[in-house]
């Protein structure tokens, strides 16, 4: 083969591989097994750099910042859609409509999509590649945000993305979508930003866009944004499906991602069942949704109604009941976070919002508190979208009647009373107390959290309780716990006590990448811990690290590289650190399980769902094969466990119909070594 075949073929497994993981959500080859083909075309590509192409894979990671954004002209106009609010718009709609079709009675059926709250995106592929990517703009000409898009995960490079698929590439196929920032990434993200002195964006959809307006495009491939496409706009050399339905199976075909929750609703009935349902589920949705688009199925019927201005007739948007209100802005609370942040949060009035009663409101940080000219005693809107916590629109300064008060950034903690600091260039502010009793009280339930040491029987009530009573001051001392002193403790019986020394004492055997995960580093999440200590084999060499040393660790920037070396510099962490290791703490990577204990799995059968606390559905994947396990994607009679995580679906519910044992990460890991 030569080089250049085997580019060639190295990208298409690298496309499809990244297709069934963000895309399919089944991955069939290891985290590992993917890293060695990426690095393969990788290492090809840099010996022979004249074939690198921009379609590789190897160009997600961002290209060379532009000056501008350059307009592009849309091949068809890229049109909105009118309004209705409840079941008897939707059916005023379907009798409005009847004037214009053949016979007005007709039988219809329709396809109900989310109106995901996102970006829209027009994706024009050339002979199968994807070469352009913009916005919507006004309609008719857009911004050229190719080198963005390229960075979505999920976006095919090349299509279609199955190397087996029997369909041809199309010399032309120009598609609509909407990209979106997936809530259970937002809040992370948020905290993230704030941390490191940036602003919070307001909503994930705000973070959408500013993700995709960023005119370097490496900051974009940061950023976990995905997309969902529901329609071609023009296919040359083609013939796009008469129905939606089947034009949505096609793109699913094709290996665009569709979004799994469209419904085909066989008349109106149904389209109005869909939406009470959509209402019910909205707020459990990995994606805000303001709506859901309901379809005419036969497009060229639809087509056929022609415009009401630029809104088509054969299509309607159900809106949903916005999710804010009005009330009372209360009071302003700051909450110190484990790396001493000062976060503002409003108390409101409580208000219903969407079923649910709403007290407090994120406020996100002091400038942005400014630069809305929000006061206490102001009636503010407020927005609920999904899970994430409510936030601040901003005040109704109408209804003002003088008695509110300006809200002033805090000079001191409101818990340690400590000078308050606002680094130069940053947004947060600080208390810079590291004895201060509420941050240790967070570094605590950080540290015995899931993503950490994984402490179950350690609340975060208890981590205050034991900082109050004067048994801990710094994480390590959870070690140094005694039965009798948690026997004195309010609410604490032996079951309880006993319960949390076990759970203490079953820390002690987590790996040295929770150990290092736990200490609370700022930037050093699981993921970084594990490049750390991948590179450097232990704690101690990493703490021994410079600079340099540090940054030559790929995934590892100057930032992180500074603040673990502060970390390590100071005595305190080093006095804790020598307590973790007298309790007997993991501080090297373990070696490779012996042989005699590789195979505790075998015969055995796996099927993976939902999110795990401690590890992705790879890593899981490969433990399972490393000990003599299968890993299959789907639940059969055959399977021997489902391995659920959050947000579990419907595997677990065919698993629980199949009687199938399910089992967490914790129950894996004991199934290893038993
Ligand atoms: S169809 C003429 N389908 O909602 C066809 N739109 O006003 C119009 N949107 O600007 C679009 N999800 O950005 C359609 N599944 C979906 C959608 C969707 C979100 C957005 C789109 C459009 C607005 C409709």
Redesign the pocket.
Known sequence: MTPEERISELRKQVNYHLYRYHVLDAPVISDAEYDELFRELAALEAEHPELVTPDSPTQRAGAEPLDAFEKVAHPAP??????AFNADDLRAWRTRIGRYLPDPEMALDYVV????????VVLTYQNGLFVQGAT?GNGEVGEDITQNLRTIRSLPQRIPIDPNSDLAPPPVLVV???AFFPLDKFEQFNLARMEAGEAAYMNPRNAAAGSLRQLDSMITAARPLTL?V??FIFWEGGEIPAKQWDRLALLRQLGFPV?PD?QYCPDLDAVAAAYDGWIEKRNQLNYE?????V?INDRPLADSLGFVGK??R??I?MKFPAQERTTKLLDVQVSVGRTGILAPAGVLEPVEIGGVTVRNATLHNYDEIARKDIRIGDTVIVKRAGDVIPYIIGPVVDLRDGSERVIEKPTHCPVCGETAVQPEGEVAIYCDNPACPEQLARRVAYFVSREAMDIDSFGSQTAVLLIEKGLIHDIADIYTLQRDQLLELEGFKEKKADNLLAGIEASKAQPAERVLTALGIRYVGGVVAGLLLDALGGIDALAAAGQDELEAIEGIGPETAVNIITWFANEKNQAILQKLRAAGLNFTVEKPESNEKANTLDGLTFVITGTLPGMSRNEAKALIEAHGGKVTGSVSKKTSYLLAGEKAGSKLTKAKALGIPIVDENGLRLLLTS
């Open positions: 890229i049109l909105s859609l009118a309004n999509e989310p109106k995901l709250d996102g970006l829209t919507r609509r979508g909407e969902y529901y329609d979004s469209n949704i303001d709506g859901m688009v379809k809104d088509p054969g299509a948007a």
